[in-house]
């Protein structure tokens, strides 16, 4: 016993009705969604940084910072270790670290653990941040 065939839809987008061949922006104008085409777009208002605010990521007052790469304990695996950075902010460091490097980090103690050989990339980027000693540990 055979099943019936499905209809096939054509890709061409004939025989679909208007929506399907138009646009996102046609079809918000069609409803009465879009703003008119002479009104001017508005922008987002603009909030200025209070002076007294300081970025936690700036490291211009940290002391020594040691980066070093382990594989010591990991089922062999390579990790970047970043010590010597404030403990107030290590979760905030984790997260832009992970961010900029592309790779998993974590905070384990007082230190900043990231995944992969990292010690090339991380030095020039806490230098960047401001601080002012920055170690290769091993």
Same mark, same amino acid.
């Given at each position: 016993?055979?099943?019936?065939?499905?209809?096939?839809?054509?890709?061409?987008?004939?025989?679909?009705?208007?929506?399907?061949?138009?646009?996102?922006?046609?079809?918000?104008?069609?409803?009465?969604?879009?703003?008119?085409?002479?009104?001017?777009?508005?922008?987002?208002?603009?909030?200025?940084?209070?002076? #007294?605010?300081?970025?936690?990521?700036? $490291?211009?007052?940290? !002391?020594?910072?040691? %980066?070093? *790469?382990? +594989?010591?304990?990991?089922?062999?695996?390579?990790?970047?270790?970043?010590?010597?950075?404030?403990?107030?902010?290590?979760?905030?460091?984790?997260?832009?670290?992970?961010?900029?490097?592309?790779?998993?980090?974590?905070?384990?103690?007082?230190?900043?653990?990231?995944?992969?050989?990292? #010690?090339?990339?991380?030095?020039?980027? $806490?230098?960047?941040? !401001?601080?002012?000693? %920055?170690? *290769?540990? +091993?």
């Amino acid at each position: 016993m055979l099943r019936p065939m499905s209809k096939k839809l054509p890709t061409d987008g004939a025989g679909l009705g208007a929506g399907f061949g138009a646009t996102f922006g046609d079809l918000l104008k069609a409803r009465g969604l879009a703003p008119a085409a002479d009104a001017p777009p508005q922008a987002a208002p603009h909030v200025p940084v209070p002076a #007294t605010a300081t970025d936690p990521l700036d $490291l211009a007052k940290a !002391g020594k910072l040691v %980066v070093r *790469r382990e +594989n010591k304990g990991r089922g062999g695996k390579t990790v970047t270790l970043v010590t010597g950075l404030p403990e107030a902010h290590l979760e905030a460091f984790a997260k832009a670290l992970k961010t900029a490097m592309g790779c998993g980090a974590v905070v384990e103690e007082t230190s900043v653990l990231l995944q992969g050989d990292q #010690t090339s990339r991380v030095m020039p980027w $806490l230098t960047a941040r !401001g601080a002012r000693q %920055v170690v *290769r540990g +091993n």
